[in-house]
């Protein structure tokens, strides 16, 4: 783990990196949201961007927000989104965990994610969840997400399931040395999101990452997810 004067210097980079792209693409920076992609960091990095003033954090698995949870706990105004592969069967586990989930791409998992969360707000008198539609735009087939032919379907049943709110579309480009070869995916999602209803009803575009957030932000991103670039190289995973 880097120290925690790092991390609240590589944070302020990112947000001034953020808000320079922002300026020249004509947006607000304020509608840009920084996720700090914490998957494989101790809880003791999360609680140092903490300190550093940042709330919102990604992370990918079900066992490791468990246990991150649970070590964090007296920081209340903590978010956490799930931007990793979510199975079915891991929901009751994560679902009072995040604040958001951005990989929904099947219509077992909307399903399911409506029947817990409607536990849980019952509950806890919790809102709905946030979700958004992960869409396989790059046609990797190693990657998750829903074709972009199906998308329409996924949109529907979370607007009809009433623990959920739909807030976006979510993709991932392959990897690429290049910032610029993630251009035509960023822009098929949001030709995507237009034909869906647009911004009023799918405000929110997941996309962008440390080598490409230019790009995405030029390209209407919302929610950039940086890792490396706040946190360094990620330490190896512990196996279970």
């Given at each position: 783990?880097?120290?925690p004067?790092e991390?609240?210097?590589?944070?302020?980079q990112?947000?001034?990196?953020?808000?320079?792209?922002?300026?020249?693409?004509?947006?607000?920076p304020?509608?840009?949201?920084?996720?700090a992609v914490?998957?494989?960091?101790?809880?003791?990095a999360?609680?140092?961007?903490?300190?550093?003033?940042?709330?919102?954090?990604?992370?990918?698995?079900?066992?490791?927000?468990?246990?991150?949870?649970?070590?964090?706990s007296?920081l209340?105004?903590?978010?956490?989104?799930?931007?990793?592969?979510?199975?079915?069967?891991?929901?009751?586990k994560i679902?009072?965990?995040f604040?958001?989930i951005?990989?929904?791409?099947?219509?077992?998992?909307?399903?399911?994610l409506?029947?817990?969360?409607?536990?849980s707000?019952?509950?806890?008198a919790?809102?709905?969840?946030?979700v958004?539609?992960?869409?396989?735009l790059?046609?990797?087939?190693?990657?998750?997400?829903?074709?972009?032919?199906?998308?329409?379907t996924?949109?529907a049943?979370i607007?009809?399931?009433p623990?959920?709110?739909?807030s976006?579309?979510?993709?991932?480009?392959?990897a690429?040395?290049?910032?610029?070869a993630?251009r035509?995916i960023?822009?098929?999602?949001?030709?995507?999101?237009?034909?869906l209803?647009?911004?009023?009803?799918?405000?929110?575009?997941?996309?962008?990452?440390?080598?490409?957030?230019?790009?995405a932000?030029a390209?209407?991103?919302?929610?950039?997810?940086?890792?490396?670039?706040?946190?360094?190289?990620?330490?190896?995973?512990e196996?279970?």
């Amino acid at each position: 783990m880097i120290s925690p004067e790092e991390i609240a210097s590589n944070l302020q980079q990112q947000r001034q990196r953020i808000k320079d792209a922002a300026t020249r693409a004509g947006r607000d920076p304020t509608d840009i949201r920084l996720i700090a992609v914490s998957k494989y960091q101790p809880a003791d990095a999360i609680e140092a961007a903490y300190q550093a003033g940042h709330r919102d954090f990604g992370e990918n698995y079900a066992q490791e927000i468990v246990q991150k949870s649970l070590e964090l706990s007296h920081l209340k105004d903590l978010r956490f989104h799930m931007i990793g592969h979510l199975q079915t069967n891991k929901v009751k586990k994560i679902i009072s965990k995040f604040n958001a989930i951005h990989t929904v791409s099947s219509l077992k998992l909307v399903e399911e994610l409506n029947r817990r969360s409607a536990i849980s707000q019952s509950d806890k008198a919790q809102a709905p969840l946030a979700v958004m539609i992960e869409v396989n735009l790059s046609g990797e087939p190693q990657k998750k997400g829903c074709q972009a032919k199906d998308a329409a379907t996924l949109v529907a049943a979370i607007q009809a399931s009433p623990a959920l709110q739909l807030s976006g579309l979510m993709t991932m480009p392959a990897a690429h040395p290049d910032p610029e070869a993630s251009r035509p995916i960023f822009e098929e999602l949001t030709r995507l999101r237009d034909q869906l209803g647009g911004r009023q009803s799918l405000p929110r575009l997941s996309m962008g990452m440390s080598r490409d957030a230019e790009v995405a932000i030029a390209c209407g991103s919302t929610d950039l997810r940086i890792g490396t670039a706040i946190f360094g190289s990620r330490p190896p995973r512990e196996k279970s």
